[in-house]
């Protein structure tokens, strides 16, 4: 089966970005059974444990190319407003929806980066002191 993506949907994604910030801790990296190869502005990615291809146009393929899991959304969000001829918000519709749809595919997989969801360090006060 043959999925074309690359292309936002119609719906305004970056609306429920309330805070903008949180972009620049958020980083995502292929999946361990995904494949892909470019050619000719176009990449081509294979879920190696569902059989799916995928082919992704230009803006997808060069945002596959930044999801490495050590470039956050607001660094790829930089790049596609340097590449392309859009509007700063068009660009993160498109990256977020994109990213999103490439998620829930299995494609890609959310890097934590270090320190971002360290657990609270136990005090005494939280103790069960209970013999």
Known sequence: MTNSMGKASPQNTS???TNRT???HFMFRPSVDVQGISMNDETVLLNLSTGRYYTLNRLGSVIWEHCTGRTTVKDIHAVLCDRFEVAPEQA???L????SQLV???LLQQE???GLLNPPSETNDDR???A
């Open 104 to 106: 829930q595919e299995g």
């Open 96 to 99: 977020l929806a994109l990213i």
């Open 92 to 94: 993160l519709d498109d």
């Open 15 to 17: 609306d429920h970005v």
């Open 112 to 114: 934590c980066p270090p």
């Open 128 to 130: 069960d002191d209970r």
């Open 22 to 24: 949180i972009l620049d």
